[in-house]
């Protein structure tokens, strides 16, 4: 499974709303983010970082500082590339899984992120480039 792919499957599963917007890699200062779902509505932005490969993972130590511009976060990979016990609250851990007519999201364990006193400026900064 590639990373287009895994992003392909993200847009399909959470940006079918007409309030939602899908940002596929999203840089914000020195941190780029592979995905983003932005709710208009809810003023909610749910971040995506995607993993093909273990290795991918294992050398990545800066995912988390993306927080900082999320309302949640959440790792999205193959099946069993990362395991549920190596992310910690409050980061989601998201399972695409692939079948005979596409992906799907196989297991959701995502948290919402400690970000309530993030600025609205990114949320406009985002909308309004």
Avoid at 36 to 51: M, N, P, Q, S, T
Wanted: aromatic share 14%; charged share 30%; proline share 4%.
């Amino acid at each position: 499974m590639t990373a287009k792919e895994v992003k392909e499957t993200l847009k399909r599963l959470y940006a079918y709303r007409t309030s939602s917007i899908f940002i596929p890699e999203y840089t914000w200062k020195d941190l780029r983010i592979d995905a983003l779902i932005v709710d208009i509505r809810k003023r909610w932005i749910r971040g995506f970082e995607v993993k093909v490969n273990r290795g991918d993972f294992l050398r990545d130590d800066k995912w988390m500082l993306y927080s900082e511009f999320c309302s949640s976060l959440s790792v999205v990979c193959p099946e069993n590339i990362v395991m549920p016990e190596e992310i910690k609250k409050p980061y989601g851990l998201l399972w695409i899984m692939e079948e005979r007519y596409g992906h799907r999201l196989l297991k959701s364990d995502s948290y919402k992120t400690t970000c309530q006193n993030k600025p609205l400026c990114v949320y406009y900064n985002l909308l309004h480039g």
